[in-house]
């Protein structure tokens, strides 16, 4: 397997939103997750995305048909976006959800997305209880994900997005990456209380076949034109049930993963960043990769280069810091992968350590959408019971995963 791996709000607005969306508005001088409902900008969010603004006090749409949200994403103007609350499966036919436009706040509600990913193509977004399970999607397979925040598209060319929010959203079966593609110029984002994972080890990627351990991937912060990632936050998230990538950092700057659970992996954390935070996340052995037959790295940081424009090392660029390791005891860093390693942070972390046991404890309780399906349950219940499997896609052999 293949591991390289603001506007200022005033009060009135934000109370409305929050009623709208029925939240709780978190206050005092640092921001207080509440769980049970949406969490509004300015109040819930924490990192470097706080300060986006996505639809807030814009039109609000009670959305009921997936052609009704194309339209809606593609339109200007703010606006929230309010899906239906009871369980649906909405297929994108093998067609991606482009959100083209600025100013715009999608809370999924209890719909479940399948058969194509989710894709980020301006700033001022934020997404909420959003549910993507791309699945083995058989066109431009090497070019799906569940979620993709794309900061060079059409490829080549720089396209920077700025503002975003990945709030309590899960993302499953991509065949490139299983999770969450942050592609390029992409600035002032947090993505937090999310799960990603279970990316397929055989699927409908070509990559998938060309390595006996697949193409299971996680979460992919990646750059390959000299213009990377900046100012980026993951927080609180649940990285789970993928051979590699979780995450794998290419070229970002001032980049953090805090409080954060990976979960039955075979690599954890890799790359060759610019400048990155690991604080109190804790890393935890699962079954799936032994079997599997694919060997599982104790290194709390891996140094893996780019095959593109990072393909030099990049000294004293990754600071970690209170990490735990369930069911196994870190390996002591060696050769380029100490190399990397510094003794300060680059650049001031983003968000407060809670310390990796809360962060566990808040992590298993929180992540994932507000309104929980049967497989955001399955996935938290993997990690406290110490269970759980790789898939492949759908046409090879069991186990695969069942959609949506």
């Known amino acids: 397997m293949e591991f390289s791996f603001p506007r200022k709000l005033t009060v009135a607005p934000v109370v409305i939103v929050a009623l709208l969306l029925g939240v709780f508005v ?31 006090a814009g039109t609000v749409t009670n959305v009921t048909s997936l052609a009704q949200l194309r339209t809606l994403v593609g339109q200007s103007g703010s606006r929230i976006l309010v899906l239906p609350r009871t369980r649906q499966t ?50 431009n397979a ?10 060079y598209s059409p490829a080549g060319q720089n396209h920077c997005r700025d503002h975003i929010v990945l709030n309590h959203v899960e993302g499953l079966w991509g065949p490139d990456v299983g999770g969450l593609a942050i592609l ?57 049930t993928s051979g590699g990538r979780n995450p794998r950092v290419i070229g970002a700057t001032c ?24 604080i109190g996340n804790t890393y935890k052995k699962g079954p799936a990769p032994a ?37 196994f005891s870190f390996s002591t860093p060696s050769g380029d992968s100490q190399t990397v390693r510094r003794s300060t942070p680059a650049c001031a972390p983003s968000a407060s350590s809670i310390g990796a046991p809360a962060a566990y404890s808040m992590v298993t309780a929180q992540a994932g959408p507000v309104i929980r399906s049967d497989q955001t349950q399955r996935l938290l219940d993997n990690v406290i019971n110490g269970t759980g499997t790789y898939y492949d896609g759908a046409a090879y052999p069991a186990p695969n995963p069942t959609w949506p």
């Open 291 to 327: 079997a599997a037959g694919i060997a599982f790295r104790t290194s709390p940081w891996l140094y893996s280069k780019d095959l593109d424009y990072y393909n030099t090392l990049i000294p004293a660029s990754t600071y970690v810091s209170g990490a735990q390791a369930i069911g």
């Open 26 to 56: 978190a206050t005092g001088s640092k921001p207080v997750h509440v769980f049970g409902g949406p969490t509004p900008p300015a109040s819930g969010v924490v990192g470097y995305g706080a300060s986006t603004i996505g639809g807030t």
């Open 255 to 278: 980049t953090d993963v805090i409080d954060s659970v990976l979960y039955n992996y075979s690599d954890g954390p890799s790359g060759n960043p610019t400048s990155l935070n690991l």
């Open 90 to 139: 909405w297929d994108l036919g093998g067609s991606d959800l482009d959100i083209t436009q600025p100013n715009v706040t999608i809370d999924g509600g209890a719909v479940i997305f399948k058969g194509a990913g989710i894709k980020i193509l301006t700033s001022q977004v934020i997404l909420q209880n959003v549910t993507s399970h791309a699945g083995d999607v058989t066109g």
């Open 184 to 240: 390029g110029c992409v600035h002032d984002t947090t993505v937090q209380y999310s799960i990603f994972g279970e990316g397929l080890v055989h699927s409908a990627h070509a990559g998938s076949t060309s390595d006996a351990a697949g193409h299971s991937y996680s979460v992919n912060v990646a750059d390959n034109y000299g213009n990377p990632a900046n100012r980026v936050t993951l927080y609180g998230n649940l990285l789970t």
């Open 142 to 151: 090497a070019d799906v994900d569940p979620f993709t925040i794309n900061g």
